[in-house]
């Protein structure tokens, strides 16, 4: 099964407001600002228009750098919704990752420990959520990170459904 769709949007945002991407987006916001409100001035001396000029040229760069990092903020989580895949088998619940480099997990039901559903401020937005899935191997339950299985992006109701045919498995 695939995760939702509206995913993408929910990557593709936390990708782009990353410090070098929130940096980017600012200065461009602001040279551009900038050069709209003091490109008309006339008379504004040698200084000023160098600086309305090279100010120009920076939010065209800026530009570029801003339309390269969303393609690649798009990108990447095209890739990350093309390439996650989920299955609850007859023993085991199996999580596929990647498309050159596969990674496969298969999670027997029988070590199963728990399951959780995580949403952030995002997810919330978007009505997305993630399943965590524990086993007896993983120690502390408090940290995500330490979670056997990992399915986000997953519609709310999906991830109930998800979350109750794997407790409904596990006995």
Not at 44 to 63: A, Y
Not at 73 to 88: P, T
């Amino acid at each position: 099964m695939r995760v939702s769709k509206r995913a993408i949007w929910i990557w593709s945002v936390s990708r782009l407001l990353k410090p070098a991407g929130l940096m980017v987006l600012i200065s461009w916001f602001a040279v551009g600002n900038l050069y709209v409100y003091m490109a008309p001035q006339k008379n504004l001396g040698d200084f000023l228009e160098n600086f309305v000029v090279l100010g120009k040229w920076f939010f065209l760069g800026f530009s570029v750098v801003l339309v390269f990092l969303i393609f690649s903020a798009v990108s990447g989580a095209l890739y990350r919704y093309w390439s996650l895949n989920y299955e609850l088998e007859d023993a085991d619940l199996k999580i596929v990752r990647g498309f050159y480099q596969k990674e496969e997990s298969y999670i027997p039901y029988k070590n199963i420990q728990s399951v959780d559903i995580r949403m952030g401020g995002g997810e919330k937005f978007w009505g997305l959520a993630s399943v965590l899935v524990f086993t007896s191997a993983a120690g502390d339950k408090s940290n995500p990170d330490l979670a056997e299985g990992y399915i986000e992006g997953l519609k709310y109701n999906n991830a109930v459904v998800l979350k109750n045919e794997l407790l409904k498995r596990i006995k």
